[in-house]
């Protein structure tokens, strides 16, 4: 596989020359989720996104180590056998991911940029792979509405009117497994994402506020690699929603590439009917369910040949918006090939 | 540099080949902490630990910038050279490393394991630059006592009573840059922490938490590299304090591997006199400090010739501890050498 001439790293892309390979995945998300055309992809559907847990922080935790469990299991391996768990999350110290970690006797390296972890995390899993540290890696994350809700926005029993620019957190986790050997989707490359900020302030326009991070990535990606957008199938956003998804490909646009063609957004196709969620989906389990369930299936069915994940994060608190910042955001990208 | 026989990795621990290096540091803390003889060796002590900012937030954010900053300078490099920053920090959703990175034009991949986040970062550096993803990185971390105690604990205004079992959390800033060539400390070989909890519930008894962890890599560490605790010339841990520090040398002790005579704690020395500080320093910023400042200088000077430094991360968040949990703890390893 390896070409001696291909560099390691142009611009902000590393080529993985060895190519590690996605060789199974796990998800699982909540009724809301798993109601639209996604969600026939999901493999696990909860009735209840409480998850049998006694709070919505347990109860994402537990959907986090069900994938990691999953991915597992679903490549025909024992924990014991798998070299690294790279995960991280939307809560607070990431304690979703902490504790999930807990429940398996595997390496941990916790990672965070929003809801671009997962992307973030299979970068640096096919990386360590790649280099031979590592022969299997699990990179996981997801979110939870409730949970998010209250830590980011208002306690839920406030009922809260929400505006037209928001979108919805998603309930649902996602974990794959990466392996120098076996069967699956190779990962080519990987584009690492620089915080841009474009001085957004509305912390319920996320997808605004991200676009120009996702823009900046997949335009770069694309000098590093020499490709056009149009050698892509599918050219994958994480969670901008119908209104970033709407500003992405302009900016892409205005920079000399036409991703409209080839561009579909993760929070834009998760939900059945965009009702009550606006712009759609968003949260580190948005992008990390569509990837894992529908992308991964539709690949391995070679429906889709070539994609360009980029996954798209915001890197604020409260505590940052409360005291008067604009939102920094990151887009971190992977090229998947099968 | 290259030994075709040694595995890339044993165990838990990835052996970097290549021999990358710790070729500058830069190092910012605050007036408290640098009366103490880390003091001495810290490149910007500051006279007031706002550092010239409104918040306390802010002024972790900028201590970071300015040791990433400064790390840079040191290294005589320019900010265009630098392929990648891995950073974090203690508050929620890591707002000061982010925050920072987005002053520079870098891409940014954002770490979290607590206190343990600055031997995290040099081994994910490291490996990236051993593999040769990229030719230099930085790796950097930080915290603050005002910033962390308003989060974790309570607003200072309150005045609560620490309790004697507690940690000071440290105001201060440590970075390195990790370069593939030039002269420096040699960043030997990495050992991954697993998620240690034994059960320990007291939010302010951090160094019970966490010597588990430590002691957990630290004998997988020898037992992976084949090496004894004396032959080092110093085994550091990040923040345990002297009450940690005791139960550290005791786990250790008990498994066959007597670190007493090597051992130094980052949280016990940082201070002059330990007395509102009671058990000592804490936080990312401690081992980020003493690392960076003290120990790389007595290295370079060769008074210290083999290190094994473990920073140490208890995974803990405010909701974790709020909804009965445990607190998991974290400790990742790195051994340097020149």
Redesign the interface.
């Known amino acids: 596989m390896s070409s001696v001439n291909q560099p ?2 142009k611009g ?1 892309t ?1 080529f993985f020359k060895n190519s590690p390979k996605i060789i199974s995945t796990s998800t699982v998300a909540g009724p809301k989720e798993c109601s639209g055309i996604i969600g026939s992809y999901v493999e696990k559907a909860l009735d209840d996104d409480m998850f049998g847990e ?2 919505f ?2 109860a994402e935790c537990k959907m986090l180590s069900t994938v990691i469990d999953g991915a597992i299991k679903n490549a025909a391996l024992e924990r014991e056998q798998v ?2 768990l790279f995960s ?1 999350d ?6 979703s991911a ?2 999930a ?2 429940d398996f ?10 809801c671009s972890t997962m992307s ?1 995390s299979i ?2 899993a096919a ?2 792979v ?5 022969k299997t890696a699990v990179a996981a994350t997801g979110s939870h509405f409730a949970s998010a809700e209250r ?1 980011y926005r208002y306690p839920l029993e406030q009922g809260t009117t929400r505006p037209p620019q928001s979108q919805w957190t998603v309930t649902g986790a996602g974990a794959c497994l990466i392996s120098e050997s076996g069967d699956g989707v190779k990962i080519v490359n990987g584009t ?4 841009v ?1 474009f001085g957004v302030t509305d912390v319920n326009n996320m997808g605004a506020a991200m676009a120009p991070a996702c823009a900046d990535t997949l335009i770069q990606h694309f000098k590093d690699t020499g490709t056009e957008p149009d050698e892509y199938d599918l050219i994958l956003s994480g969670d901008l929603g119908a209104l970033g998804s709407r500003i992405l490909k302009d900016l892409c646009w205005e920079k000399g590439f036409d991703v409209s063609e080839k561009h579909v957004d993760c929070g834009e196709i998760i939900y059945k009917v965009i009702e009550d969620e606006f712009q759609g989906g968003s949260g580190a389990g948005c992008s990390a369910v569509v990837f894992n369930s529908y992308v991964f299936t539709r690949m391995k069915q070679l429906k889709f040949r070539k994609v360009l994940f980029a996954a798209t994060g915001a ?6 918006s409360g ?1 008067g ?1 604009s939102i ?1 955001c ?1 887009s ?1 990208a992977v090229q998947l090939e099968i």
């Open positions: 390691e790293k902000r590393i006694s709070t922080e347990k070299d690294v991280g939307l809560l607070n110290q990431i304690i902490s504790f970690a807990r006797n595997i390496p941990f390296l916790g990672v965070y940029s929003a973030e970068l640096l990386a360590m790649n280099a031979g540290y590592c830590q690492m994402g620089k915080v900020d890197l604020l608190s409260t505590v940052s005291q910042e920094p990151i971190h």
